[in-house]
């Protein structure tokens, strides 16, 4: 999306919007990191010894 006013501050528009999609897509990258590596640091649950019985 182009846009050309500028500002106050004499930014573009179009730097303003780039940067905003940008950090969006990069908090939902990082989310999603950390809710994998929270995932990965819970841990499997331990195994359970189970009797067995022999077959003679």
């Known amino acids: ?8 501050k004499g930014e573009a528009r179009q730097l303003l919007l780039k940067e905003y999609f940008l ?3 990069l908090i939902a990258v990082l989310k ?5 590596a ?3 640091t819970r841990g499997q649950p331990g195994l359970t010894p189970v009797r067995v019985r022999s077959g003679k």
Do not use: C, P, Q
């Open 38 to 40: 929270a995932r990965l």
């Open 23 to 25: 950090n969006a897509y």
């Open 1 to 8: 999306m182009k846009v050309v006013r500028k500002n106050s």
């Open 32 to 36: 999603k990191v950390g809710d994998e």
